[in-house]
């Protein structure tokens, strides 16, 4: 079976920075496209940022030019560096993976979330 394990959430003062990672184990055959979502209390899920297997990145607007994401295909695992964070930025946010694993089958993974919480 595949996990995704989450960490680095917590409560941060606007301005200031956090580091999600989010690790990937279990029977892995090859990880492609990887991401982060977040959910705001009301609101739909949304695209945060993706990465593909060769490094190309993508960004919801909202976030560009402060978040930073990145993976180390050795570790099976990506990170989401986040600078400048306003209080809107406030949500629980999901890792996601796209994984070939065993049987020969390629399937979307979440992560468990992580709570950011930014003061004001």
């Known amino acids: 079976q595949v996990q995704l394990v989450e960490s680095g959430g917590g409560l941060v003062q606007a301005g200031g920075s956090l580091r999600l990672s989010c690790a990937a184990s279990?029977?892995?055959?090859?990880?492609?496209?990887m991401g982060w979502y977040r959910q705001a209390p009301g609101k739909q899920r949304e695209l945060v940022a993706s990465?593909?297997?060769?490094?190309?990145?993508n960004y919801a607007d909202s976030v560009k030019d402060r978040f930073t994401i990145s993976r180390d295909n050795a570790k099976n695992t990506v990170y989401l560096q986040m600078n400048s964070l306003k209080p809107e930025d406030t949500a629980v946010y999901y890792c996601?993976?796209?994984?070939?694993?065993?049987?020969?089958?390629?399937?979307?993974?979440w992560g468990q979330g992580t709570q950011v919480t930014v003061s004001s």
């Open positions: 279990g029977v892995i055959l090859k990880i492609n496209d």
């Open positions: 996601n993976a796209r994984i070939l694993s065993l049987p020969l089958r390629t399937s979307d993974y």
């Open positions: 990465i593909t297997s060769d490094g190309t990145t």
